[in-house]
Structures are given as structure tokens and as C-alpha cells.
């Protein structure tokens, strides 16, 4: 069931974007494929970044209720929830969000590794040009079936920045704000223990989403601003 509505559709997208191409990059391919899935998830994402904004904005109201009622951790949530309703703040959306993309990441996965790298030919649906000629190339000399150290470095690169722009908006300090911190220092370090042996293609969706991610981000937060404003 995985394969048929997750795996399947997402492997015969990606050939179907490569063959259509004016130049047939499999790079290419796969950028154009992330920028249609996360356009496809605007509206999941977007609450997630309003989410991200408004745990800023209620950060001092937190702490004041977390001061005042510390001994009293049944009033503390009852007052945290009212807050909660009151601000529009979703504690649950974030995750909900990477729960929904989750299937979408595992899917992308067997695509690269079993789809490109085994015999996908099995997974192409009957009306996809299954002689059409094939490269795993990007950019003519950069082999997206085997691992690339330039484009894990990239991957690495992007996720510190992506991190470390979501710490520097965030406000207050203590504990949570010097986690937040470290995290920034140690999700590329994940990011490249996690990638450096995959095939590049990894990297390469990894980079994309990542950069995709911080565009939709700084535009989900200017329009939270400008209706703030308003």
C-alpha cells in the first residue's frame, strides 16, 4: 500500500519531470519535484511558521505564567491553554506538519535508493515511456547514484543556516534558548553523519528542501507582519 500510493506516484513524477525537460538533468529533475511537493504543502507549512512566530510573540506571557503558578502545575497548564486559545498558538502543529511529510521522506527515499538505483522500471505506470535513455548525472558531471562529499558539505551549509536564522528570531534566554542554540550547531553535524554515504540525490533533495523551506518561511512571516499591521 506504501509503494502504491506513496512510492509509485512520487518515482513515475519524478521520470515524467526528467523527460519533459529541455535538458534532461536528473538534478534538475529532482529540484523541480521538491518545489511541486512543498508547494503542495503550502498550507501545512504556513501554519506551522505562524505556529513558530506566535511561540516568539507569547514567549514573555509563557514565562510570567510559568513564574507565577510554578508550584501549581494543574493551574499552569489551565493557563497556558487559555493563552494558547486566546493568541490562535497550536502547540501540536509543528509536529503535526513533519507527521505529514514523513510518508512524502520515506516515499522520496525508496524512490532514490530502490526506484533510481534498482530495477524502477517495475514501478513506472504502462502509460510512461519506459525506453526513454536515463542519467543519474547533475549538471553533467556530478553522479546523483553515488555518495558526493561537495554536495553533502551544501546540505550541511544550508541546514546551519536554516537553524541558526530560526534561533536568532527566537527571544529570551536560559536553558531553552541555549539548546535551541546547540541544536544549531548540531543538526548540520546530523545532517552530514546522516548523508555523507548516501547517494548525492539525498543531499541534493536535502539542499533543496532546505532552501525551499527558508524562502517559504521569510514569505509565510512577512505576510503574518504586513496583516498584523493591517
Known amino acids: 500500500m506504501f509503494q502504491t500510493f506513496f512510492v509509485q506516484p512520487l518515482f513515475n513524477a519524478l521520470i515524467l519531470v526528467y523527460q519533459n525537460l529541455p535538458v534532461h538533468d536528473f538534478g534538475i529533475a529532482v529540484i523541480i519535484l521538491v518545489v511541486g511537493i512543498r508547494i503542495l504543502l503550502w498550507p501545512l507549512f ?95 558531471w556530478i553522479d546523483l547514484s553515488k555518495p558526493f562529499l561537495g554536495l553533502t558539505l551544501l546540505a550541511c551549509a544550508v541546514q546551519f543556516g536554516q537553524s541558526w536564522q530560526m534561533v536568532r528570531k527566537q527571544a529570551g534566554s536560559g536553558p531553552q534558548a541555549a539548546a535551541s542554540q546547540a541544536m544549531a550547531w548540531i543538526s548540520p553535524l546530523l545532517t552530514f553523519i546522516l548523508l555523507f554515504q548516501l547517494p548525492s540525490v539525498v543531499g541534493l533533495y536535502w539542499t533543496a528542501t532546505t532552501v525551499i523551506s527558508i524562502v517559504q518561511q521569510y514569505a509565510v512571516q512577512r505576510k503574518f507582519s504586513l496583516e498584523e499591521k493591517k
Not at 511561540?55 to 514565562?63: D, E, G, L, S
Not at 511529510?101 to 504502462?126: C, E, K, S, W
Open 46 to 140: 504556513e501554519r506551522a511558521v505562524r505556529s513558530q512566530v506566535l511561540v516568539t510573540k507569547i514567549q514573555p506571557a509563557v514565562q510570567k505564567i510559568q513564574k507565577e503558578h510554578k508550584d501549581d502545575p494543574v493551574r499552569q497548564s489551565q493557563e497556558l491553554m487559555a493563552l494558547y486559545r486566546e493568541s490562535g498558538f497550536n502547540p501540536f502543529m509543528s509536529f503535526f506538519v513533519v507527521l505529514i511529510q514523513l510518508p512524502i521522506l520515506l516515499a522520496l527515499y525508496r524512490v532514490f535508493l530502490n526506484g533510481i538505483q534498482g530495477n524502477g522500471v517495475d514501478l513506472l505506470y504502462p502509460w510512461v515511456n519506459r525506453a526513454y535513455p536515463f542519467s543519474t548525472l547533475f549538471l553533467s
